[in-house]
């Protein structure tokens, strides 16, 4: 496959707005666009009616807006969460955004004043069937709208309710000190969080030395225990009132509801984790006595038990080496991941007060995909990049076959999408292993992978299960007795080959999937349908390619079981769970052998 080069690795932020001034204008515009909505009231009682509300052109361009601006906050946001420009973008966008969802507060409440029988028919009218799945919730019969007095005081609350999440950021980021350390040679380092990871994972620095960082790293949010309590406790109670608001009896009945996923997904991962205990604890215990370690912390198992060392890359090498394995999608797929990747949409290097980690965002149909690296110049990396360029490409590939309403794919299979990248990466790694000691190196790669994405966001569940129970019996969220549940549910996962001191209990402070209400195990779920996916492909399944572009392209216009069964998936059977647990089974049986016999 041909390379690619001279990729762009800032973001130009002029693709949104030239300047803030140009964000503000817009802003007007989007305000003088919001009493369109009020011409259609008393209009919505018919398929008529409906349908030149859903396609009028005014309410087209006033979403195109907030899709443009929401970007646009969220790169400045992740930029530098405590910039100025950053707060007034925000503070604005959520102004406007407020004002319009108080001028449309009557919408939902007139369509739902309309018999059940008569709404049921109105969207299966063969000209509103394009939008019958983004309106769901009026030809549901366990949807519950608020009538319009309620709508407003729900929207004049709903940013303050929403208020902790941002502050965690912005407090983890940027006012939380990341320890001091002296290094072994001498030499003095904060240890950033792209500092912490390149020293976990390098044979450089002994045992001690890796303790000691460990424990400070977390040590430093202890202090701050009780905040961060009380920020996930006022976010997921804001979560539990809209959920009590709307008619349901827990926070995960909503979310689930939310996202249209069957409950009984949660459930089959849940058992599926655990089921998976037993083989994680061996291949913990292979690692730890593959180190010679007499205790292990869960930080030092990202150093390879191999000997191979693939070396540092620039970000270059890693684009083209993650590419090469994504050429099994077939050349419409690789298309667009060229587009995007050469777009200079794409930021790449850590920098002070930037958000960690990565991520992909796409907000309707006008711009390609925006991305946010932390490239630590490591051949791992690589797979970091399939993985965000997998939701790009799916974000794009919907964005350009489905209407406005149906172009934004749910988490739920967004994951899928990024994760069957990650599987296809290492199964060419290992594939293209030149000897032993390299297969094992992307073997136990891959095996990380599925214990990370499986097993530590089903452990990240658990406790926010945990939480919102609580809440939602009334008791308030102590932070030393989070501590101590946290600390629990993750002896309960890592066995006893890996040693968790207390100080690791505060661990759930730094995460903030937390906030999100019922998220993380979306990932479980969605490598657990990737592997499936993958399979299909990997055996020369005749179609397999082309239905997973099918599902990519399909959006959001169906249910999440419904777009899964494009791409031959049902995760509604068991069978979907226990192919997954013997694939993994598998690479840990293989990855024992081999380093057993080195």
């Not at 069957?420 to 594939?431: P, Q």
Request: charged fraction near 25%; include cysteine.
């Amino acid at each position: 496959m041909e390379k690619i080069h001279n990729l762009p690795t800032e973001w130009d932020l002029t693709q949104f707005y030239a300047d803030e001034a140009a964000f503000m204008e817009q802003m007007k515009r989007f305000e003088e666009l919001i009493p369109v909505t009020e011409t259609y009231r008393g209009k919505l009682g018919s398929a008529e009616g409906i349908l030149k509300y859903l396609e009028d052109p005014a309410m087209m361009e006033k979403q195109a807006i907030a899709d443009r601006a929401s970007m646009y906050a969220e790169a400045l946001h992740a930029k530098n969460a405590a910039d100025p420009a950053a707060q007034r973008v925000l503070a604005r966008l959520s102004e406007v955004l407020t004002k319009e969802g108080i001028g449309s507060s009557f919408v939902d409440a007139e369509i739902m004043a309309l018999p059940f029988d008569v709404r049921t028919e109105i969207f299966s009218r063969p000209e509103l069937l394009p939008y019958a799945y983004a309106c769901r919730k009026y030809t549901d019969p366990k949807t519950v709208v608020l009538n319009e007095q309620a709508k407003k005081t729900e929207n004049l609350f709903a940013d303050a309710v929403d208020q902790s999440a941002k502050t965690h950021d912005i407090f983890d980021y940027t006012e939380v000190k990341r320890p001091r350390m002296t290094f072994p040679d001498g030499s003095e380092e904060v240890v950033t969080d792209t500092v912490f990871t390149r020293i976990m994972r390098s044979r450089e620095y002994a045992h001690d030395f890796k303790k000691e960082v460990f424990l400070a790293r977390c040590a430093m949010r202890s202090p701050f225990e009780n905040t961060y309590a009380s920020l996930l406790e006022g976010c997921m109670k804001g979560n539990w009132a809209r959920a009590q608001l709307y008619g349901f009896s827990t926070s995960m009945e909503a979310a689930f509801h939310q996202t249209d996923v069957n409950p009984l997904v949660y459930e089959k991962i849940m058992e599926s984790v655990h089921r998976m205990l037993p083989k994680a604890h061996a291949y913990y215990a292979a690692k730890k006595k593959a180190y010679g370690l007499a205790e292990m912390f869960p930080s030092e198992m990202t150093v390879p038990v191999s000997s191979f060392a693939a070396g540092d890359m620039t970000y270059e090498e890693a684009v083209n080496l993650g590419r090469e394995s994504l050429g099994i999608w077939g050349e419409e797929y690789m298309a667009a991941f060229d587009r995007i990747i050469t777009n200079p949409l794409v930021d790449v290097y850590p920098a002070d007060g930037k958000s960690t980690g990565a991520f992909e965002e796409l907000a309707g149909r006008e711009l390609l995909p925006m991305i946010l690296f932390n490239f630590d110049g490591t051949d791992k990396y690589a797979s970091t990049i399939v993985h965000e360029m997998g939701h790009a490409v799916y974000s794009l590939l919907s964005a350009e076959n489905q209407d406005r309403y149906n172009c934004t794919p749910g988490i739920f299979t967004q994951e899928v999408a990024s994760t069957a990248n990650e599987i296809m990466f290492r199964k060419d790694r290992i594939l293209h292993a030149a000897d032993t000691e390299e297969k094992i190196y992307w073997l136990e790669d891959e095996i990380d992978l599925f214990l990370g994405t499986i097993h530590r966001q089903c452990l990240f569940s658990t406790f926010e299960d945990w939480c919102y129970k609580k809440i939602e019996g009334g008791e308030p969220l102590s932070a030393p007795e989070m501590d101590r549940e946290y600390l629990n549910i993750c002896r309960e996962y890592y066995g006893d080959a890996v040693a968790l001191p207390e100080e690791f209990g505060c661990d759930w402070a730094r995460i903030p999937h937390m906030y999100y209400n019922y998220y993380v195990y979306q990932y479980a779920t969605s490598i657990t349908y990737a592997a499936a996916i993958c399979s299909r492909v990997s055996k020369g399944e005749k179609g397999a390619a082309e239905d997973y572009v099918k599902f990519l392209k399909a959006g959001n216009s169906m249910s999440p079981d419904r777009l899964l069964a494009i791409a031959g998936v049902d995760p509604l059977q068991d069978e979907t769970y226990r192919l997954a647990e013997a694939y993994l089974g598998g690479l840990i049986d293989e990855f024992i052998k081999l380093a057993d016999a080195r």
